[in-house]
């Protein structure tokens, strides 16, 4: 019943979410966008894996429910019961871990099934960090002792040893702020690692000081004009196209041609070479000759492709070779883009109008006098669009800072769950504990020190899970890296900004103090005489 309630709402609130969230991207990109169709094929398959899932949770708990002896559940209760999960788990966590690990760092698979490894490794990882949990949480405890002494008072020990006695129960719980903190750093070290490059390249490809556009195309005379005005040092005509790479296996594949004029393009901006040993000034002079071409990064990793190598497009004039001078970074049209010189686009595919002119103003003269200067003369003869530098680059950063803020909300939701799982642990603590917190209150302990015991179990949850997941998500953002390398041949910095770091900790904490609030203050307001006669 749970399984089937719960996957009715979540299929419900996921067609929410989605269509919500293509509302949001519509209005970061100014662009209406289609909302798609949800198929009732994907609608099934959800329902059946969330009830599946829910019978496979119930399994563990069912089975321990049907070997209850009844003698031996009449008899007097005090025994403890440790399963062999919490007996000898530890040495299998271990085992599932070094398994992860040697399969990471040893890769044998091909390309092929490396991302279904790759996910079968993430839950390998999980589960072997989990079955760690009462072990960890031991030890944890004894270290917790005299620091939560001091920080909750003598009713902190109480708390954090409190843990030890629904050790099954503790270790869910402490998977699932593994899992909550593990999602917030696994975004903001994937995020960070894709702006670490985004804007590396948008500060060289954005370049000069004004760029032109134009709703009709710009013949190659506009870029004399402008820079035949006062306040222009040189003006780089750029175009855009679209072009058939012919591969060697006999494949086609779709790729962007950027022309350029190599000599007004490096007065204007930079080209940004893979290789920083690179004789900038010998490659920009064999792209001006003509018959070469520089390939993005991402071109060069996913198809293994060097300096020297050649590359066949279809032109005008039929298939022609291009040779290979260097690597850049380019991220434009995912990095499926080769530059070329205008030249050669005129030659080989007749094409003789530009799509966007960068401009370089003289030293000591203001932008916005430029602008308008350009503006006045051929603004609306030529129907043209002048932004400055910083305006660009505005709008692009925040477009950029906007999408790769609504990650961070999946990161709130597995917060939100783990703080469920909190209150859910502290509850039923709480219920079980109703006659021996009534008995502690007879013999004098305060409603202060019962709240400061209930807070210090769910801190100490909360650090256990905090550092857990922290280093759940620094492994976790490494192989997710690795496999968006594998998959789309670009290499990415692995990035883990501090503040993400100070953030998960933070998060952990205070979320395990706040899900503590109501169970803390439901124990607090249990009647002394109530409590003893509780059964």
Same mark, same amino acid.
């Given at each position: 019943v749970l399984g089937i309630l719960g996957s009715l709402l979540g299929g419900a609130l996921g067609i929410l979410l989605s269509r919500g969230f293509v509302r949001i991207m519509a209005q970061i990109l100014g662009q209406p966008l289609n909302p798609g169709e949800i198929s009732w094929s994907t609608l099934v398959v959800t329902m059946a894996l969330g009830l599946m899932v829910t019978l496979i949770a119930a399994l563990l708990p069912a089975l321990r429910a049907g070997q209850i002896s009844p003698l031996e559940a009449l008899r007097v209760r005090g025994k403890k019961q440790t399963g062999w999960v919490l007996r000898n788990g530890w040495w299998l966590g271990l085992l599932l871990l070094g398994f992860s690990v040697a399969i990471l760092i040893w890769n044998p698979f091909p390309y092929d099934v490396q991302f279904r490894m790759g996910s079968m490794v993430v839950f390998s990882l999980f589960f072997g960090a989990m079955l760690l949990v009462p072990s960890i949480t031991t030890l944890s405890e004894r270290m917790a002792r005299r620091p939560f002494q001091w920080l909750y008072g003598n009713g902190g020990q109480l708390g954090t040893r409190n843990l030890e006695r629904a050790q099954m129960r503790t270790m869910l719980t402490t998977a699932s702020l593994l899992i =909550? +903190?593990?999602?917030?750093?696994?975004?903001q070290g994937m995020t960070a690692s894709f702006s670490n490059d985004l804007f590396e390249w948008m500060e060289a490809y954005i370049g000069g000081d004004l760029y032109v556009n134009s709703s009709v195309p710009m013949k190659k005379e506009m870029q004399t004009r402008l820079e035949a005005l006062p306040g222009v040092l040189a003006a780089s005509p750029i175009r855009y196209f679209e072009t058939t790479w012919l591969k060697a296996d006999g494949e086609e594949e779709s790729i962007n041609f950027m022309a350029v004029d190599p000599d007004a393009h490096t007065r204007v901006t930079t080209f940004v070479f #893979? /290789?920083?040993d690179l004789?900038?000034?010998?490659? +920009? #002079?064999?792209? /001006?000759? =003509?018959g070469s071409i520089f390939i993005?990064?991402?071109?060069?990793?996913?198809?293994?492709?060097? #300096?020297? /190598?050649?590359?066949?497009l279809q032109t005008r004039k039929g298939p022609h070779a291009f040779q290979v001078s260097a690597v850049v970074m380019d991220f434009y049209n995912q990095g499926m883009v080769v530059t070329g010189s205008w030249d050669d686009m005129r030659r080989y595919f007749r094409i003789n109008d530009a799509n966007t002119i960068f401009i370089k103003v003289k030293p000591g003269i203001s932008p916005e006098q430029t602008l308008r200067d350009i503006e006045n003369l051929y603004g609306k003869r030529y129907q043209l669009t002048i932004e400055s530098n910083q305006s660009v680059k505005s709008r692009a950063l925040g477009l950029m800072s906007q999408a790769f803020s609504m990650f961070d909300v999946l990161g709130v939701l597995a917060v939100f769950v783990s703080a469920f799982g909190v209150v859910n642990t502290l509850t039923m603590s709480v219920y079980e504990r109703t006659r021996e917190i009534g008995m502690l209150r007879s013999i004098g302990m305060t409603r202060a020190q +019962?709240?400061?015991? +209930?807070?210090a179990e769910a =801190?100490?949850?909360?650090?256990i899970g905090g550092i857990m997941g922290l280093a759940f998500g620094i492994l976790l953002t490494k192989i997710f890296l690795a496999s968006m390398t594998a998959m789309s041949g670009y290499s990415l910095a692995f990035i883990i900004p501090p503040r993400s770091i100070v953030l998960a900790i933070i998060v952990a904490l205070v979320v395990s103090q706040i899900a503590a609030a109501l169970p803390a203050a439901r124990a607090a307001r249990t009647p002394v005489l109530e409590a003893i006669q509780y059964e």
């Open positions: =909550g +903190v593990s999602m917030i750093i696994v975004i #893979a /290789d920083s004789d900038v000034k010998r490659v +920009v #002079a064999e792209l /001006d000759q =003509g993005s990064s991402v071109l060069a990793e996913k198809y293994h492709l060097v #300096a020297g /190598d050649t590359l066949w +019962v709240v400061k015991m +209930v807070l =801190g100490l949850l909360g650090i």
